[in-house]
């Protein structure tokens, strides 16, 4: 676990109203809150695009770090991902995360142009995927991949990322828990798509995969997307319980939408700080 627990939020890019998607990222900067991060469905009329936003938000923050939770990787290509995401983190000053998803809403993704995968292409593809940004962010020159999905014949690398950019995998199945541990920098499941009851034994399989990897498991982050719920005074020892139940380093709460700024600004001056305390 990090030194600290981290408590952020998870937040939709409602495009319908843009004042109010704004303030909500503004007030987790206002508020001391450590992490945003942005849904990225790009085949939703009803958002925006992800990167635009967080763009945006930058411009408009000055500490919260930025994460696509997750990038829809059929339709970034990956070169053009870390090249974003480089980009980002210099003028945000080494704010920005990567979040990865293989794909999901396969007709979506195809109707916009993307292609469809079987799971089993999806993460030989993510692999390739990692294999390019890792390649990017280290400066790797030429860039070269002959791969199944993905293809570089000798691409120049640039601008240099701020900081050591993690990639934060979104998966659930086994072969993807095993990925992320051989290869990933931290894991960003999310409630509802994971039982809570059963995240010990993903945890294990990360920790197995990490260390047949010749890895620290401790290296790999632990992010959860969830919500609380019930009276304010009880949300810093639901985040506490995330920590110390469940073994995440990293929550990253859903706003709801009665009131969204006004329920920031209580996790991030009031619920955030005790949890953070009780964690230790």
Same mark, same amino acid.
């Given at each position: 676990?990090?030194?600290k627990l981290?408590?952020?939020?998870?937040v939709?890019?409602?495009?319908?109203? !843009?004042?109010?998607?704004?303030?909500?990222?503004?007030?987790?900067d206002?508020?001391?809150?450590?992490?945003?991060?942005?849904?990225?469905?790009?085949?939703?009329?009803?958002?925006?695009?992800?990167?635009?936003?967080?763009?945006?938000?930058?411009?408009?923050?000055?500490?919260v770090r930025?994460?696509?939770?997750?990038?829809?990787?059929?339709?970034?290509?990956?070169?053009?991902?870390?090249?974003?995401a480089?980009?980002l983190?210099?003028?945000?000053?080494?704010?920005?995360?990567?979040?990865?998803?293989?794909?999901?809403?396969?007709?979506?993704?195809?109707?916009?142009?993307?292609?469809?995968?079987? !799971?089993?292409?999806?993460?030989?593809?993510?692999?390739?995927?990692?294999?390019?940004?890792?390649?990017w962010?280290?400066?790797?020159? !030429?860039?070269?991949?002959?791969?199944?999905?993905y293809?570089?014949?000798?691409?120049?690398?640039?601008?240099?990322?701020?900081?050591?950019?993690?990639?934060?995998?979104?998966?659930?199945?086994?072969?993807?828990?095993?990925?992320?541990?051989?290869?990933?920098?931290?894991?960003?499941?999310?409630?509802?798509?994971?039982?809570?009851?059963?995240?010990?034994?993903?945890?294990?399989?990360?920790?197995?995969?990490?260390?047949?990897?010749?890895?620290?498991?401790?290296?790999?982050?632990?992010?959860?997307?969830?919500?609380?719920?019930?009276?304010?005074?009880?949300?810093?020892?639901?985040?506490?319980?995330?920590?110390?139940d469940?073994?995440?380093?990293?929550?990253?709460?859903?706003?709801p939408?009665?009131?969204?700024?006004?329920?920031?600004?209580?996790?991030?001056?009031?619920?955030?700080?005790?949890?953070r305390?009780?964690?230790?």
């Open positions: 676990m990090t030194a981290q408590v952020g939020l998870f939709v890019p409602d495009a319908t109203d !843009p004042q109010r998607t704004l303030a909500q990222l503004v007030a987790a206002d508020a001391g809150l450590d992490v945003v991060g942005v849904q990225d469905h790009p085949y939703q009329r009803r958002f925006f695009d992800t990167w635009t936003l967080l763009s945006y938000v930058a411009a408009r923050t000055e500490r930025l994460v696509p939770d997750v990038a829809s990787l059929p339709l970034r290509p990956p070169a053009m991902l870390a090249k974003a480089a980009s983190d210099v003028l945000s000053g080494g704010r920005v995360e990567l979040g990865l998803g293989a794909g999901v809403f396969w007709d979506a993704i195809e109707a916009m142009g993307g292609p469809r995968r079987s !799971p089993g292409e999806s993460i030989d593809a993510l692999e390739e995927a990692i294999a390019v940004l890792r390649g962010f280290g400066g790797e020159r !030429p860039l070269r991949l002959d791969g199944e999905h293809g570089l014949a000798g691409a120049q690398p640039g601008p240099a990322p701020a900081h050591p950019i993690g990639l934060w995998i979104g998966g659930y199945k086994p072969r993807m828990l095993r990925l992320t541990g051989r290869l990933g920098d931290g894991w960003l499941p999310t409630v509802g798509y994971l039982d809570l009851a059963d995240a010990h034994d993903s945890h294990r399989a990360i920790d197995e995969a990490a260390s047949r990897a010749g890895r620290d498991p401790g290296d790999v982050r632990r992010v959860l997307n969830a919500g609380v719920s019930g009276p304010a005074s009880g949300w810093a020892d639901q985040l506490a319980r995330l920590a110390t469940y073994r995440f380093d990293t929550v990253l709460v859903t706003v939408s009665e009131d969204p700024v006004g329920f920031i600004r209580r996790l991030g001056e009031d619920a955030a700080p005790a949890a305390a009780a964690v230790g």
